[in-house]
């Protein structure tokens, strides 16, 4: 008997949604620990300083703001474990945006120490999964760092996230608007998920409940956040985003959408674009090349223009369009170590220019077509 590579379902060992949580980050990770290397974004540390240390102190538990550097690079991660070693603690936390949060997984994983994470924007959906995404100190992609397990718990707080940038928040429903269209091409391909298994009908199911949970609720989670209030639109809107695209992306698996991504990191025009906002333009060049029914192009560009995302490579910060680099990106977007391959029909480095080429000029037809 041939022995075939089993199906998974992976996901935190805890997922928390509600207000109010990062003065209650001791009742987390006094579970775990009693001494906590915090690693925060520089724009919390202040705040992490003044909530959650002083919560951990009263507590009886012992805990420490350090800044992260911006960059998930291996420098970064060696630097933060070795305070985590001189510190002795026993817990990492971390509380920020995506990198920041990568950066803490690897940490925790190097260090083998428990993790908790706090986003503080909704922009990818990064905390969820046992994955971490390595950048080189050029902010080019590097490689996925894949884990042995998923955070022990992950803590969404919507009056912070309601707070955050909407342009951050609009670059969350991106990264999860794909979910599901690559879970799908994974499934039918019956390719490999993150967790480097075959992809599950429950990965595919919770894919598809978080494209629903987006669709249904982007008008009122975008007002909700333009006018930085937490509303049960956005509640759901979260849970979409970090939970359900983040369990789902990685029980399902990523297919052209992130490998498209991950090419248009060379383009240094690029580098100030969120992961989402690259996404989506990876999600139109999958769609193209899958020729998918008008009927869902047109209500994923529909949730694009919702949520205020680009959808022409001139948004993106695109100047001028020079075929070679974007031939550049099309090959590494096919490379063998990333997901295009799970795509259920092979693909060349010309067909996924080509697709870039076309999803381009449907975006400005859409655009030209919905102004005002």
Same mark, same amino acid.
């Given at each position: 008997?041939?022995?075939?590579?089993?199906?998974?379902?992976?996901?935190?060992?805890?997922?928390?949604? =509600?207000? =109010?949580?990062?003065?209650?980050?001791?009742?987390?990770?006094?579970?775990?620990?009693?001494?906590?290397?915090?690693?925060?974004?520089?724009?919390?540390?202040?705040?992490?300083?003044?909530?959650?240390?002083?919560?951990?102190?009263?507590?009886?538990?012992?805990?420490?703001?350090?800044?992260?550097?911006?960059?998930?690079?291996?420098?970064?991660?060696?630097?933060?474990?070795?305070?985590?070693?001189?510190?002795?603690?026993?817990?990492?936390?971390?509380?920020?945006?995506?990198?920041?949060?990568? @950066?803490?997984?690897?940490?925790?994983?190097?260090?083998?120490?428990?993790?908790?994470?706090?986003? @503080?924007?909704?922009? @990818?959906?990064?905390?969820?999964?046992?994955?971490?995404?390595?950048y080189t100190e050029k902010g080019e992609f590097d490689r996925y760092l894949f884990l042995p397990q998923n955070p022990d718990v992950v803590v969404a707080d919507t009056s912070v996230i309601a707070g955050a940038p909407v342009r951050f928040f609009a670059a969350g429903i991106g990264d999860a608007l794909s979910t599901y269209f690559e879970a799908r091409a994974c499934y039918r391909s019956d390719g490999v998920n993150l967790s480097c298994k075959r992809p599950s009908r429950t990965g595919l199911g919770l894919a598809r409940m978080c494209y629903d949970l987006v669709c249904q609720n982007v008008e009122l989670a975008m007002d909700a956040v333009r006018n930085k209030v937490p509303t049960r639109a956005l509640e759901e809107m979260v849970e979409a985003t970090i939970y359900l695209s983040g369990t789902g992306a990685e029980t399902g698996g990523l297919a052209a959408a992130h490998a498209v991504h991950n090419g248009m990191t060379v383009i240094e025009e690029l580098h100030?674009?969120?992961?989402?906002?690259?996404?989506?333009?990876?999600?139109? @060049?999958?769609?193209?090349?899958?020729?998918?029914?008008?009927?869902?192009?047109?209500?994923?560009?529909r949730v694009v223009r919702v949520a205020g995302l680009p959808m022409t490579l001139k948004e993106l910060g695109v100047k001028e369009f020079v075929e070679a680099d974007w031939r550049k990106v099309a090959e590494i977007a096919c490379d063998k170590n990333d997901t295009m391959g799970n795509l259920p029909f092979k693909v060349t480095p010309d067909d996924v220019y080509h697709a870039m080429v076309a999803a381009n000029a449907l975006g400005e037809r859409y655009r030209a077509a919905h102004q005002g």
């Open positions: 008997m041939v022995e075939k590579t089993p199906r998974t379902v992976s996901a935190p060992k805890k997922f928390i949604i =509600g207000t =109010g949580l990062l003065a209650q980050l001791h009742d987390f990770v006094k579970d775990f620990g009693d001494n906590a290397l915090i690693i925060s974004d520089e724009f919390f540390v202040e705040r992490v300083q003044k909530e959650s240390v002083a919560g951990l102190e009263k507590a009886g538990l012992k805990g420490k703001a350090e800044k992260f550097n911006r960059e998930c690079t291996d420098a970064e991660i060696k630097r933060l474990g070795e305070l985590a070693k001189k510190q002795g603690a026993n817990v990492i936390v971390g509380i920020g945006g995506g990198k920041t949060l990568d @950066t803490s997984k690897a940490v925790a994983h190097y260090y083998k120490l428990p993790l908790i994470l706090y986003p @503080t924007i909704a922009s @990818t959906d990064a905390p969820c999964i046992a994955l971490a995404v390595i100030h674009a969120q992961h989402g906002e690259k996404v989506v333009f990876g999600l139109m @060049t999958q769609l193209v090349l899958e020729n998918a029914p008008k009927e869902e192009i047109e209500e994923v560009l």
